[in-house]
């Protein structure tokens, strides 16, 4: 497997599922990110973890909980999602510094019903 | 004011011709920009980075920067069909200099 790596690539879920969503990086990457890409609106930077540590959660509400064990994996925990939530979950990341140029991976298309 | 302002278009210009895509910030203390495109149902995948004042030339892209006016834009040469992307502009923005992007552009090239 070669740069960010997503899995699942699509999932459907009720509001009261709980369901993960993880990244992986084979950069050799330093930073990683999540971000939520609902239609006609541009990207929305959720979380930001460097070097293990989350640096940013951008208001996110609490439904939503990150994890990142190592540099290399990320996950997303969702629980009690709203159907406001369906969007397209993008993974990247970066060297180290947020100012560098960040690498996606193939997203998760999320529709909760 | 947005952070990252782009003309949502939709654009369309005709195979062959130049495709100019704009993108105005307002941090004055971002460094780096990039441009991103993106196919419908993929994910951005970068096209191009720019760090310094003028023209920034790989293939057919050229990027052009002027920090002075807080610009910074995208030409597309000979433009083909395969062109045919949403195209995102993305700054360093805030105290935390997250990424931040424009709401982009999409680009229609018909053949």
């Known amino acids: 497997e070669t740069g960010v790596t997503q899995t699942p690539r699509h999932l459907v879920m009720g509001m009261t599922n709980k369901k993960s969503l993880k990244c992986e990086q084979h950069?050799?990457?330093?930073?990683m990110y999540w971000y939520k890409q609902s239609a006609k609106k541009p990207l929305e930077l959720m979380f930001v973890y460097n070097f293990k540590e989350q640096t940013e959660n951008n208001s996110v509400p609490s439904r939503f909980s990150p994890e990142c064990p190592n540099s290399s994996h990320l996950f997303l925990h969702l629980h009690t999602l709203q159907p406001e939530d369906s969007a397209l979950y993008l993974c990247a990341s970066s060297q180290e510094r947020l100012e560098e140029t960040q690498y996606f991976g193939p997203g998760t298309r999320l529709l909760v019903l | 004011q947005k952070e990252v302002e782009q003309n949502s278009g939709p654009l369309s210009v005709p195979e062959g011709a130049i495709a100019s895509l704009n993108c105005t910030y307002s941090?004055?203390?971002?460094?780096?920009f990039f441009w991103y495109r993106q196919y419908s149902g993929k994910s951005p995948e970068l096209i191009m980075s720019i760090y310094s004042n003028g023209d920034k030339e790989d293939g057919r892209f050229t990027a052009q920067l002027n920090k002075a006016s807080q610009y910074v834009s995208l030409l597309i040469r000979d433009s083909q069909p395969s062109d045919s992307a949403t195209y995102l502009c993305?700054?360093?923005?805030?105290?935390?200099?997250?990424?931040?992007f424009g709401s982009g552009t999409q680009l229609t090239v018909l053949p």
């Open positions: 950069l050799g990457h330093n930073a």
């Open positions: 993305a700054v360093p923005s805030g105290s935390a200099r997250q990424l931040t």
């Open positions: 941090d004055r203390g971002s460094q780096s």
